[in-house]
């Protein structure tokens, strides 16, 4: 049981960017609370390391969304409601984080690999963000990640070389940030495995079941994150 002194802060810490997120416009209403409430998850589960890795996935993700807007503009790539995310995109991006902080508060022993597989979530939902917003501004050849062949910039499943390594890159700040509070070890590669499998899974499933119409976007980004989750605790089963 955490102390109540560190708790109160962090629900303090909380409510500071909450009501920053809403008065900036990067949540919704709901998609603020939505934010907290994992947040609260997130921490009591795997503590600062958990709530860093929220904090930098959000931070990251809102830079990249904002970075070159007016371009993304003109070319139709900007996203919806001028990037203020809904309570489902954040359920999306932290709803797996969330789950794996309530078990790993419920159940102590599950914690560590719990954090692992928490940054394998953050990873892959990072590496993803980064790869469509900033892909799509610094791509050069866009191709189905399917059959390799050139296809419509922004559209779902279409990816570039240069939007896969700066997803790599994202991956790789959660793995260094992971790395600065549990110590350098191979969960460093395994989280950049983790975060690139989540980021290719997330293109498949576009390219397929979500240009059929078959899932929503939404559902692609949550799967993403379950897949980085799942392919860390792997790495760290099969060690």
Request: charged share 10%; with cysteine.
């Amino acid at each position: 049981m955490r102390p109540l002194l560190e708790l109160v802060s962090v629900l303090v810490f909380l409510g500071l960017g909450m009501g920053y997120s809403y008065r900036a416009r990067k949540l919704t209403g709901a998609g603020v609370w939505a934010g907290g409430v994992l947040g609260l998850f997130i921490f009591l589960g795997t503590g600062y390391l958990g709530m860093s890795l929220l904090a930098l996935f959000f931070a990251l993700g809102t830079a990249a969304s904002a970075w070159r807007v007016a371009d993304k503009r003109r070319l139709g790539l900007a996203e919806e409601n001028r990037g203020q995310r809904t309570a489902g995109q954040v359920l999306a991006n932290a709803g797996v984080a969330g789950v794996l902080g309530l078990l790993s508060w419920a159940f102590p022993a599950f914690a560590p690999l719990g954090s692992l597989m928490l940054a394998g979530a953050f990873a892959s939902a990072t590496a993803d963000t980064l790869a469509s917003e900033l892909g799509n501004v610094y791509g050069s050849r866009y191709v189905n990640v399917l059959t390799l062949r050139p296809d419509t910039r922004g559209e779902n499943g279409v990816v570039s070389i240069e939007g896969t390594l700066l997803g790599v890159a994202g991956s790789g700040v959660i793995a260094l940030t992971y790395c600065l509070a549990e110590g350098w070890g191979p969960w460093a590669w395994w989280l950049l495995l983790a975060g690139t499998a989540g980021n290719l899974a997330d293109s498949v499933l576009g390219a397929t079941l979500e240009r059929r119409g078959t899932l929503s976007n939404d559902v692609v980004n949550s799967l993403n994150t379950l897949v980085g989750a799942l392919v860390a605790a792997a790495c760290a089963l099969a060690r």
